[in-house]
């Protein structure tokens, strides 16, 4: 299954919202009813992190600025207002089939 | 504190071997599913195997299969990345990753630190 992100950069004034597409060349829903896309962050120069599984359920800590979204193939990762912690990369991730993928990657500055 | 920590990397030869060790710690290591993920310098993340919880089942994509192996300790929470007939593509900084208790679909919810591996005469 290949995952495609966009946009692969994404310059972000602090405050103002952010939002990554992610697509996937097939559907992402199992036969047990869920749907495996997640949404990982890693800071410079740290392990990734999990924020969002199952498409919109967030991880214990992380804030609720960040959301999941989306059904199918087609999925959004938005943050309501960037603040300057939110730097680094962000990857989705389909579960559904093995080899288990990940996005290109979008990486979020601050403009 | 779940904490995983790998070990074993290093520069090594094109054709030979390293093995990798993740120490685990904090959680019930045997009740969970877990893999290896791998980052190339500056690039993205890609799975490189996965494992049952009772080392029964294990998992390769193309890129490493016959290759690679992986294996897991249960009564020593340590998790193996056996690798051989190692290529320039396989430099990369290894990452241990925990999955769920019934599979790793989900994604990991806890990374190590890495240990880097570096293939080159």
Redo the contacts between chains.
């Keep these: 299954v290949v995952v495609t992100q966009s946009p692969l950069s994404l310059p972000v004034t602090l405050g103002q919202p952010a939002s990554i597409s992610c697509r996937s060349s097939q559907s992402l829903v199992y036969s047990d009813g869920n749907t495996y896309l997640n949404w990982f962050q890693q800071r410079p120069g740290q392990s990734p992190r999990r924020l969002i599984y199952q498409v919109s359920k967030r991880d214990s800590g992380v804030p609720d600025r960040f959301s999941g979204s989306g059904s199918g193939t087609d999925f959004t990762l938005n943050v309501t207002r960037v603040e300057a912690d939110d730097v680094g990369v962000y990857f989705c991730m389909q579960g559904r089939l093995w080899p288990y993928t990940f996005g290109q990657g979008t990486k979020l500055e601050i403009k | 504190e779940v904490q995983l920590v790998e070990s074993g990397g290093g520069l090594v030869q094109p054709g030979g071997s390293l093995r990798l060790s993740c120490a685990a710690s904090g959680f019930t290591f045997s009740s969970y599913h877990m893999s290896w993920?791998r980052q190339a310098p500056g690039k993205?993340?890609?799975?490189v195997s996965?494992i049952s919880r009772g080392g029964d089942g294990t998992?390769?994509?193309?890129s490493v299969k016959g290759r690679f192996t992986i294996s897991r300790d249960n009564s020593q929470n340590t998790l193996y990345l056996q690798m051989s007939s190692l290529r320039a593509e396989d430099t990369a900084l290894y990452?241990c990753a925990k999955g769920g208790l019934e599979?790793?679909?989900?994604?990991?919810?806890c990374?190590?630190?890495?240990t880097l591996v570096a293939v080159s005469s």
């Design positions: 993920v993205g993340l890609e799975w996965g998992y390769y994509p193309d990452y599979h790793t679909r989900s994604g990991p919810d990374w190590g630190q890495g």
